[in-house]
């Protein structure tokens, strides 16, 4: 991840440039057309919903290539369905990127719950799959509600332990509105990531001792010490309890990996994610659906604010407002990594298209 200290420090890229570049990345790396394209969307949502410290945009773009060209991840993968039932099924990713793979596995559970009211998908032998909103908003765009978990390289202690044996392991939940963009809460089961420590270590500043211990089990403050230790779950002891199940029902009933096993290095992934479609009318009709909610989100939103500056906010609101901003002004890129991606698109032997929002 790269800091962006001030302005002069900092490039602004288009959404446009930034997908055709993206795309173009992916196809010389061995993807297919229909793996470009998904990838490409994905990272581009992260950059334009996230702050560059959560590491999901085009950051990720050096440790993308470096996969591809050593097998960790495999382009144009066989991927296959080993079992596939009414309401249920499991897609074998062959080692293929995460984003398509959940993106298939989202787009099978969108189908069967249309019919069978919902639907559950399991994943295996996968890579990382991006942010997890960006999957489960995939359900809700088709009028269902969408579910996204998956599991990760273990990073976060057992309550009460000093080592790390479980993931951060994300959900994203989406839930669609008439009328507005869906409410998406999309969350890791740590308080904070490594690249949130890393850009406060680069900022000089102190992190929260809620995020990390140290390697021997103490509380810090300091974002150097955090990244050689393990994270703490949120909500302590449930966060722990949240990780380990989402662990059962990804790796564990998949037949991935799962535990200290997932994820080891660049060369060993196994990741599992499972998705989660639920029709709505399967339970009552949409309108009354939308009548009920709208009512609950007023009751959420009327609560008076602690700083009358902050109003309270739906969950995926915040993004929303980011995305809209950056379609405006563009991407903000540190010129480290601007710099450093245009070195990467020679070395590919890829047009470098990335685009400034002021050109």
Known sequence: MYELSSALDTVRVTEASSRAFLETFFAALGANDDEARINADGIVTAAMWWHPGQGQGLEKLPRYARRLQTGGIVGDAPMSWVKDRASTALLDAAGGLG?????????????????SGIAMVAVQHSNHFGIAGYHAKHA??????????????AEIAPWGASRPVLGTNPWGLAVPRPAHAPIVLDMALSQSGKGMMR???????KIPDTWALTPDGC???????ADQGPLLPIGDY???GLSLITDVLTGVLSGSLFGMDVFQDDQNFDVSHTMIAINIEAFMDRPTFDERLERLIAQVISAPPIDAQQPVQLPGEAEQKRAAERLREGIPLHRDLFDDLKKLAREIDVPFLLESSNS
């Open 219 to 225: 509380r810090t403050t300091d974002p150097a010490e």
């Open 238 to 240: 449930k966060g722990y």
């Open 99 to 115: 984003y398509v793979s959940a993106h298939r596995a989202m787009a099978k559970a969108i189908e069967k719950a249309k019919s």
């Open 140 to 153: 809700a765009n088709e009028g269902l509600i969408g579910i996204a978990m998956t599991n990760a390289g």
């Open 199 to 205: 850009w406060f270590r680069r900022e000089g500043l």
